[in-house]
């Protein structure tokens, strides 16, 4: 059976996952809806012939590099795993498979450190897999491709039926193990893939026309950018290419270095169609399902139902003025470096400015100014770069794509290596009062000397875009913050839990810095820390009572649930077993 190349369930198949897996699903399937026992073959087949082919069944990505996986000698498939060594740390390789996530820590149990992982650093390192076992860890064992509503609105029954947990995957860029989950039955909607302008876009049961792009759940930001390119129009989103923007990316907020200016995700977003666990296929929008809509604006990804489909507002194209400056960072240079944007912060903010910063340089965007305007608003930051043996350009680029394409292909953020991070929304008083920035560059100078660890500041809150007061529910600190300041920490494919551990309390420990200086502010929902302390007022603030409400009311049965999600049922659950 390949891991890179999927199978239908057959009666051979399914045979061969049970003698592989059984462990895996008496784990994952007993804490679902009923709490019932695992389903049993027959009722597995039952599915298969139902969904006719569009079950499948998965290992992880690595095993044709393994000897024994899940405990039975298989061989070690010498032309597959040429394949996944090839394409180890590519996301273009990661994002259209079922079993990869960008960074592969959510592919393991991380609690006991069952994992099958190869060497990012170097993936045809064979000690990697000699004598070592690959084992399934947190992959789910099955996958239903996920072609239409009828699909889903199956495995809502399935798991009513037989208690089996549900998780919903679209390309894996999930930075908290939201997207899997050990033993459970995974709704893949990464083929959802299909997309259509309109230059009249009029939302079910409005009136209003609107220029809009609606994009199925799968389709990544990489071929979003160039529809909409091809189209002449600019949709705000994120900074990756394999980010899906109809998924967790738009329901947990969106944020995009354009966001300043034209604001997040669920800002932008006119409509949704989604399959609720009860069942329903359901159009969301300001005028239908209103509650749903104002949910899903902002409560979360893998918790309301499982949507099909987004149609997003999108711009006219638009040229853009950008700033690119790297130096040579040594620790002196760090903290006068990050002191001289903070204090260019507001200014910048008032100006359009969004970008993605760090203590050894800057790419930022502004689509207001002009090239002469930009050119003398950011002379400050190329001066220094310039000084300290750096790099500095200042350019106007016709179009989102032609900056997609120049800068942050090349800038993304590694895949194919455990990573997390920690975060924190930067309230506009610790930039705009003395005593605010005495607090926040006594800390930012911690970080980088005492911690040697380098910030990755995300200059995308939307500060200058006039939205509707109560009209998102993501939390209401992202309309008072100039930066989303984030850490990141990582560790080797082979370290020991409490190696693993350790990481994950260097960054929690660095993240409370911020929230000691920050109480009132709150935390990005999809790149906060793993073990955020009381993550619903970080993440949704007053909104949450009535996120639990709607959770209630559509999912009444708890067909859905993931890692501090609104309702989640919490660490007794099993399914979280493999978190820490």
Request: charged share 15%; with cysteine.
């Amino acid at each position: 059976m390949s891991v890179v190349f999927s199978h239908p369930v057959s009666f051979a198949a399914l045979g061969f996952l049970f003698a592989l897996s059984s462990v895996t699903f008496a784990a994952g399937a007993s804490s679902g809806a009923n709490a019932r026992s695992p389903p049993t073959r027959d009722q597995w087949m039952a599915l298969a012939d139902e969904l006719d082919g569009r079950l499948r069944t998965a290992l992880p990505v690595s095993s044709p590099c393994f000897d024994t996986v899940n405990g039975v000698h298989v061989g070690r498939n010498e032309t597959e795993c040429a394949i996944v060594q090839q394409g180890y740390t590519s996301p273009l390789f990661r994002s259209p498979r079922f079993s990869p996530q960008m960074n592969p820590n959510w592919e393991t149990c991380q609690k006991t450190a069952a994992k099958c992982l190869l060497d990012s650093s170097q993936p045809n390192n064979s000690v990697a897999w000699e004598g070592v076992e690959c084992d399934q860890g947190s992959v789910p064992p099955y996958y239903i491709d996920v072609q239409s509503a009828i699909d889903i609105q199956v495995a809502f029954r399935f798991a009513r039926e037989t208690g089996v947990v549900l998780s919903v995957k679209a390309s894996g860029h999930d930075l908290k193990g939201r997207s899997g989950a050990p033993g459970s039955l995974s709704l893949w909607t990464r083929n959802l893939d299909e997309m259509s302008y309109s230059a009249n876009f009029v939302p079910e049961g409005g009136n209003e026309s609107f220029l809009a792009i609606t994009l199925g759940a799968g389709v990544p930001f990489e071929d979003v950018y160039e529809f909409a390119d091809a189209n002449n129009v600019t949709i705000i989103g994120g900074y990756h290419q394999t980010i899906t923007a109809s998924g967790g990316w738009v329901m947990g907020g969106g944020h995009s270095i354009l966001s300043p200016v034209y604001g997040l995700g669920v800002d932008r977003v006119l409509q949704f169609r989604i399959v609720t666990p009860d069942g329903q296929l359901r159009v969301a929008n300001k005028f239908e399902n209103p509650d749903l809509f104002w949910a899903l604006r902002g409560g979360g990804g893998g918790t309301f139902g499982v949507v099909l489909e987004s149609t997003m507002l999108v711009e006219p194209q638009m040229k853009l003025q950008v700033v690119s400056v790297n130096f040579p960072q040594t620790p002196e240079n760090a903290q006068q470096f990050l002191k001289l944007i903070v204090d260019q912060t507001p200014k910048w903010s008032n100006e359009g400015w969004g970008g993605h910063m760090r203590s050894f340089g800057l790419i930022n965007v502004n689509p207001l100014l002009t090239l002469e305007q930009a050119k003398e608003s950011v002379q400050p930051a190329v001066d220094f770069a310039l000084s300290q043996n750096g790099t500095a350009v200042v350019e106007e680029l016709p179009s989102w794509q032609a900056f997609f394409s120049k800068y942050v292909v090349s800038a993304e953020f590694d895949v194919g290596a455990p990573l997390i991070l920690g975060t924190r929304l930067i309230p506009v008083d610790l930039f705009t009062t003395e005593a605010g920035k005495a607090k926040f560059s006594d800390v930012l100078n911690n970080i980088v000397t005492q911690f040697n660890i380098t910030p990755y500041i995300i200059y995308g809150t939307p500060y200058l875009f006039n939205h509707t007061e109560g009209s998102t529910s993501v939390t209401p600190a992202w309309r008072n913050s100039l930066w989303h300041m984030s850490y990141m920490g990582g560790w080797a494919y082979n370290a020991s839990v409490e190696e693993i551990w350790a990481q994950y309390e260097l960054i929690s420990n660095l993240t409370q810095m911020l929230r000691d200086i920050s109480p009132e502010s709150g935390a990005y929902s999809n790149e906060a820390d793993v073990y955020e302390p009381n993550h619903e007022e970080s993440f949704w603030g007053d909104n949450y009572p009535a996120l639990l409400e709607i959770k209630r009311r559509y999912d009444p049965d708890g067909l859905l649930d993931c890692w501090q999600c609104v309702g989640w049922k919490g660490l007794e659950d099993d399914r979280y077993n493999c978190y820490l």
